[in-house]
Nanobody, 120 residues
Framework: QVQLVESGGGLVQPGGSLRLSCAAS????????MGWYRQAPGKQRELVAD???????VYADSVRGRFTISRDNAKNTVYLEMNSLKPEDTAVYYC??????????????WGQGTQVTVSS
């Protein structure tokens, strides 16, 4: 019913920047939450940044001040601007959305993930 498609990952040097995008399509009535998680090799998936329906945001301590989450409601898209990237930011980044559909289903959806590698 709802698909999330991420883009924007890649290889970047330490101190560099990347911008991730996540576009939602399908039967989206409204978002309760929409944001980004990441999973590094051998580690659990963790919250990076999240947008709540009221407009408030939350960031992981490790990225606060370096990453910025934003959204375009008209495009059902959320972005993650990542600056001052560090090798420890290397991970697969996943988009996650809590969506209410036109059928009034309330479900969690995940994107397929996009690789971010920070290395010199």
């Amino acid at each position: 019913q709802v698909q999330l498609v991420e883009s924007g990952g890649g290889l970047v040097q330490p101190g560099g920047s990347l911008r991730l995008s996540c576009a939602a399509s399908g039967s989206v009535l409204r978002f309760k939450r929409m944001g980004w998680y990441r999973q590094a090799p051998g580690k659990q998936r963790e919250l990076v940044a999240d947008f709540f329906s009221g407009g408030s945001t939350v960031y992981a301590d490790s990225v606060r001040g370096r990453f910025t989450i934003s959204r375009d409601n008209a495009k059902n898209t959320v972005y993650l601007e990542m600056n001052s990237l560090k090798p420890e930011d290397t991970a697969v980044y996943y988009c996650k959305a809590n969506v209410v559909t036109y059928a009034f289903d309330d479900n969690i959806y995940w994107g397929q993930g996009t690789q971010v590698t920070v290395s010199s």
